[in-house]
């Protein structure tokens, strides 16, 4: 038996934000999610816990990588699957977010999965439907199961990440993985340090307790692990928060050469997708020190971690 | 409140635990092809105490030996009160053409055997599965689950509860009947 302070079950019943969660379960996920990744390194990846349950993706926004590791979880972990995309749907025609969800939901969906432009969007829905709703981005404000497999990636090579110092690169100010990362990791015990151009690093953050610093080469020195953020053109439409992509990887790409200077080695880490030559030179992004690609495993053990504790939070009228 | 009744006291539990050793070696010799699963938590330590003896007592022996965890295969996870936290499965083999002991410490409704049958298949087609526990509450079935080792048969009501304790964790290495489970906390 595990002993009595170790928790037992989430103290919420959706995934709205990091902001909602507590040290402890934050820990339980992680405990949850190295079982599960044991489950994945099986020759038959997949176990029956959630097989009375369907889950909803819905993605009012375009992914590929959360939707296919969401997809995968929730596969493995037997659920059946729903999905849905607002470029092919009712969405275009008018409909509000509330009743498309009420319309999935009549169908008997127990849980959602939910990926939305509008920051807010998953609270309001919480508020007014019974399933549990699990945030996989909510335009620029959270984005949890990421923040989760960045700290889990994190602690699985370094230990216990109390007092280690982890520094956030590129687009603070348009990334939902930046903000969920902030709040993870200092739940964690970690020291965050944000570093890119002021332009896209927003004024509140010295009010989280974060430090900021404009300064690339001095940042990299400082941290144990870079945890380096897409360059999100698509957002700077109308305006242009620097000259030109070249500039900015001038000042503010991690190359090889910056990382040999350094007296220790330190994890390179990306959310993906990469623009290579931008926020990471190739070389970069596939050396030795880059976990990027453990990061996208440890998703799917992450996201069977969350939907496999949240199923067991259901309300018990709900079950059908 | 509690009356517990104490069923197997230290020297007896020696005694079983050697009794059973040397079932398992009259039936599979020199354990070619053969492994020994335990399931988590419990069983798992009733395993390894096992394979510390069957190592005593056949020293040249090789024994293959897992810890299975079956959390995330019962089938009552989302009825209880609160979520069972998951234990770590450490089986670096499969059980595929293989000769599986399974090993629980009590048997009593035959779920978690059930659960643990369900998890083995992950692992590939054992061969064959036998079954050992220490405690088999014979009366309190819910499957068609027996097992083929038996340390002690208890007739206890349902009400009841059976308890193994470990001298490593709990001090003593001793089996317990509780009159009524829901005194213990």
Known sequence: ?320 | MERERLIIAEERFALTIDRLCQELIERYDTFRDTCVVGIQQRGARLSQRLVDRLRELQPDVTFLHGKLDITFYRDDFRLRDKPLRANTTEMDFLVEDRRVILIDDVLYTGRTVQAALTALNHYGRPRQVELLVLVDRRFNRTLPIQADYVGITVDAVDKAYVQVNWKDRDGHDEVLLFPDKSELQ
Not at chain 1, 99 to 127: C, E, Y
Not at chain 1, 243 to 271: N, T, V, W
Not at chain 1, 305 to 316: G, K
């Open chain 1, 1 to 320: 038996m595990a002993s009595a302070e170790d928790a037992q079950h989430l103290s919420t019943r959706h995934l709205l934000g990091i902001k909602y969660l507590n040290e402890a379960d934050i820990r339980l996920i992680f405990d949850t999610a190295r079982e599960f990744k044991e489950v994945i390194n099986r020759p038959i990846k997949k176990v029956p816990s959630l097989r009375d349950i369907t889950i909803a993706n819905l993605f009012f926004e375009s992914s590929t990588r959360t939707r296919i590791s969401f997809e995968l979880a929730e596969k493995r972990l037997s659920a059946d699957v729903v999905n849905f995309s607002a470029s092919s749907s009712s969405v275009s025609k008018g409909e509000t977010l509330l009743d498309t969800v009420n319309n999935i939901l009549s169908m008997k969906v127990d849980m959602v999965v939910m990926r939305h432009p509008a920051p807010g969007a998953h609270h309001f829905l919480a508020r007014h439907i019974q399933a549990n709703i699990v945030n996989a981005g909510d335009g620029t404000h959270e984005h949890p199961t990421q923040a989760l497999l960045d700290a889990f990636s994190m602690q699985e090579v370094l230990g216990d990440l109390r007092g280690k110092h982890i520094a956030i690169f590129g687009d603070i100010l348009h990334s939902r993985v930046a903000l969920s990362n902030i709040f993870c990791l200092q739940k964690l015990g970690a020291k965050v340090k944000v570093c890119g151009p002021p332009t896209l690093i927003p004024k509140y953050i010295p009010s989280l307790g974060v430090e900021v610093s404009y300064d690339l080469q001095d940042t990299l020195r400082w941290c144990d692990v870079a945890n380096v953020l897409r360059i999100q053109l698509e957002r700077q439409e109308e305006l242009r928060y620097f000259p030109s992509l070249r500039e900015y990887a001038r000042f503010f790409g991690i190359r090889k050469d910056l990382l040999d200077q350094l007296e220790k080695p330190i994890l390179i880490m990306h959310p993906g997708p990469i623009n290579r030559g931008v926020e990471l030179t190739s070389d970069v992004a596939d050396s030795d020190h880059s976990i990027i690609l453990q990061q996208v495993e440890n998703g799917v053990a992450i996201r069977m971690a969350v939907l496999y504790l949240l199923s067991a939070l259901r309300p018990p009228s709900s079950s059908g």
